[in-house]
């Protein structure tokens, strides 16, 4: 879990077409339970508690057997968003994961050239 990203059991080198990046907004520690809290230690709670969140999601999909359906979850970060490389079909089915408060499409970005 010390890689900057997980490949789940994927056989895959890069992402299948069939597949995309999706933003999963999980839950988080409330601001109550944040207040008074100096710096230091709130970047700690919210990075323990990102990363307990991405291992519950991670146990939640292989649970429901969809594990196949993803490529990669990228490593937590503070914020309460993860970044999660899967199919559809996979996002759909994440709504309905108790740690999950909502999952979106990533944007696409294109690469400017000057001409």
């Not at 990046?21 to 207040?35: C, G, H, K, Q």
């Not at 991670?58 to 970060?77: H, M, R």
């Amino acid at each position: 879990m010390g890689t900057e990203t997980d490949k789940m059991a994927s056989i895959y080198s890069v992402p299948p077409t069939n597949m995309a990046e999706f933003i999963v907004r999980i839950n988080r520690p409330s601001s109550t339970d944040l207040a008074g809290i100096d710096r230091a230690e709130k970047y700690k709670l919210l990075k323990a508690n990102s990363v307990k969140r991405r291992d519950e999601i991670k146990a939640w999909i292989k649970i429901q057997g969809l594990d196949a359906e993803v490529f990669k979850i990228e490593e937590p970060t503070v914020f309460n968003m993860l970044f999660i490389t899967c199919t559809p079909r996979v996002a759909t089915q994440l709504e309905h994961a108790d740690p999950v408060v909502s999952v979106s499409r990533s944007p696409e970005f294109s690469v400017l050239r000057d001409s």
